[in-house]
């Protein structure tokens, strides 16, 4: 089966509080793990930005249970595509918490300055993932 990248923006719904982020990487990692799904989550205490690697049938059950989360809504898809490697492999969810380092990054790939992911196309977007995740140690 092939592999596929999917990328998707998401804004923290009024039912969200920030210890959330816990739970949610937590269960990711073992969920993602079972299904051997890969990726990378930043989140800046308002937009979510996530990458999901891995076969397509396990990718799109991931995001199918994702989108479904009260925790976060306008669920959408940046970019969804076939590829020949992973770019996150030895993460079942690395983690990339907001930062003055990661706010100055993510804003130089938003024409507008500030970071608002439904603004980037994704490919714009999976770069942002790839400067972020040179950030933090693999986990």
């Given amino acids: 089966m092939a592999l596929i990248r999917l990328i998707y923006a ?3 719904s009024n039912i969200f509080k920030s210890n959330d982020v816990v739970t949610i990487l937590n269960v990711s990692r073992i969920n993602n793990a079972m299904r051997e799904v890969t990726g990378l989550l930043f989140f ?7 990458c999901l690697e891995g076969e397509e049938q396990q990718v799109e059950e991931t995001y199918d249970h994702i989108a479904k ?3 976060h809504e306008k669920v959408t898809i940046l970019s969804c595509k076939t590829i020949n ?3 996150f492999p030895n993460w079942t969810m ?3 918490p907001q930062s003055q380092l990661t706010n100055e ?4 790939f938003c024409d507008s300055g500030t970071f608002d992911p439904f603004a980037m196309q ?6 942002l993932l790839c400067k972020l995740k040179e950030q933090v140690p693999n986990h």
């Fill in 105 to 108: 990054l993510a804003q130089s």
């Fill in 85 to 87: 490697s992973r770019s």
């Fill in 94 to 96: 690395g983690y990339v």
């Fill in 10 to 12: 998401s804004v923290a």
């Fill in 69 to 71: 989360d009260t925790r």
């Fill in 122 to 127: 994704g490919d714009s977007a999976y770069e």
């Fill in 44 to 50: 800046n205490k308002h937009f979510f930005l996530q």
